[in-house]
């Protein structure tokens, strides 16, 4: 692969990654979540290993996420009338990032609770 065809496959990235923020809701609130948690990663001053578990978790999340939307987007173009297969396959890739986003919000719930109760309280 020579240098252009490799900037070209970058830049081609670069803009999937830009629709996928720019058109779907939920990355923009997986956006504002993982913001959060690096915030509050900087506020409490996390570890090295849970800042490489929180990047991670959000890595994860937003992989799923991205994944769905695509699968979701092509579902509707290789099948734009209901289909209960279709259905099947996008309600699997949901619960994908459903399950992505649930270990990641347990996992930022053991770093940052205790902080949080012993900062509080």
């Not at 990047?55 to 979701?72: K, P, R, T, Y």
């Not at 509707?76 to 996008?90: E, F, G, L």
Request: proline fraction near 2%.
């Amino acid at each position: 692969m020579n240098n252009q065809s490799r900037m070209s496959s970058f830049k081609n990235a670069v803009n999937g990654i830009l629709v996928f923020f720019k058109t779907q809701t939920n990355a923009k609130l997986h956006l504002a979540a993982s913001v959060l948690v690096v915030l509050l990663g900087f506020y409490f001053q996390v570890s090295t290993t849970e800042w490489c578990l929180l990047i991670g978790a959000i890595g994860i999340v937003l992989i799923a996420e991205i994944f769905n939307s695509a699968l979701e987007l092509l579902s509707d173009v290789v099948s734009p009338d209901y289909d209960d297969s279709i259905k099947k396959i996008k309600d699997m890739a949901a619960g994908g990032v459903l399950i992505a986003a649930c270990s990641s919000a347990l996992l930022a719930a053991v770093i940052f609770l205790p902080k949080i109760m012993s900062c509080c309280f």
